[in-house]
């Protein structure tokens, strides 16, 4: 059986050394409400014995890895260059990080900008801008929802999405199913 460590030692310890974490009740209420943490798009399953929940502490190093990764000066000198580019309207393809919690993924004539921090607090959505106008784009909802939105508690994708389009200039993507 892999190695487990209290979910509150592991946040608390982590806060204190990067004091950019959240707060220990943020990641108890995710595992209540998910069965999982999330820390650098790591899945962590949670478990809970006797009133205390643990996490598997491989899993935690290697999300820690990724974190600590991330917000090297390497990263940091990029997202930089990137967030230059960003502002200037050059858009890079791929999925690009312009900040420690913003990034957007390049389609073509159409971006989708991403706040990794409030959509993992799910107090935002994804926008899509047009990269030609650099306007926020129209979206149409025409392709139904996949088997989990029907079925369960969502997917975390915007699975009914169909098309995108820029009322300005008049591009427009067509998103299959």
Aim: hydrophobic share 30%.
């Amino acid at each position: 059986m892999a190695e487990r460590i209290r979910l509150k030692t592991a946040i608390e310890s982590q806060i204190q050394v990067d004091r950019c974490f959240g707060s220990y009740e943020t990641y108890r209420k995710w595992a209540n409400e998910e069965g999982y943490i999330l820390i650098e798009n790591v899945k962590i399953p949670t478990i809970k014995e006797k009133g205390i929940w643990y996490i598997n502490r491989v899993d935690f190093d290697r999300a820690l890895t990724l974190y600590k990764n991330k917000y090297s000066s390497e990263f940091q000198k990029m997202a930089k260059l990137m967030m230059e580019d960003y502002q200037n309207g050059i858009f890079h393809s791929g999925k690009i990080w312009i900040t420690d919690s913003k990034y957007y993924v390049n389609k073509g004539d159409f971006r989708l900008d991403v706040d990794a921090y409030a959509q993992a607090c799910k107090a935002s959505d994804e926008t899509w801008f047009c990269n030609i106008c650099n306007i926020p784009a129209k979206t149409e909802h025409n392709n139904p929802e996949c088997h989990r939105c029907s079925d369960w508690d969502g997917c975390g994708t915007d699975c009914t999405l169909s098309k995108v389009y820029c009322t300005k200039c008049g591009k427009s993507m067509h998103v299959g199913i």
